[in-house]
């Protein structure tokens, strides 16, 4: 996985910050096992709610140090993946619920889809490839695409 963009993730006081601006996102591309590279827009989780209508594949995601055991290994732990034809609805289901509560996913990874089939085979493909924690604890209640 390679960031491009604004610039990489900063260390700030209080965990870490994303390119310093809400409004800002720099881009991620995530490869799978399968050998298909995907180019994500990097969010702050909080300005997800503002993808109101934007379909998508995502992840949410931390920053961790880079190192081997970072199946990523540019820095991100991938927490969950998901895919939706609102993305705005949809954080709003997840936090309405509290999915991510305690995690610490502090970074939302966007790659806009608007064909569902193919946002499903991404989704498959990613989740393959970096076995999210959260998709397998929250798989008894199956977040169901939200459009």
Not at 88 to 108: K, L, N, S, T, V
Not at 115 to 141: G, Q, Y
């Amino acid at each position: 996985m390679t960031i491009l963009g604004r610039g990489p993730l900063e260390t700030a006081e209080a965990g870490f910050g994303l390119f310093g601006r809400k409004d800002e996102a720099g881009q991620v591309v995530l490869r799978s096992h399968s050998g298909r590279a995907y180019s994500f827009e990097v969010h702050p989780q909080e300005a997800v709610c503002d993808l109101v209508e934007v379909s998508a594949v995502y992840c949410y995601a931390r920053a961790v140090p880079a190192t081997s055991a970072d199946a990523s290994s540019t820095g991100l732990a991938i927490g969950y993946v998901g895919k939706t034809g609102d993305m705005g609805r949809q954080d709003a289901e997840h936090e309405a619920r509290g999915d991510f509560a305690g995690y610490g996913f502090d970074i939302a990874l966007i790659l806009r889809i608007d064909e569902a089939r193919m946002r499903a085979d991404i989704k498959s493909d990613l989740i393959e490839t970096f076995s999210p924690v959260l998709n397998d604890l929250l798989r008894s209640i199956e977040c169901g695409e939200v459009s």
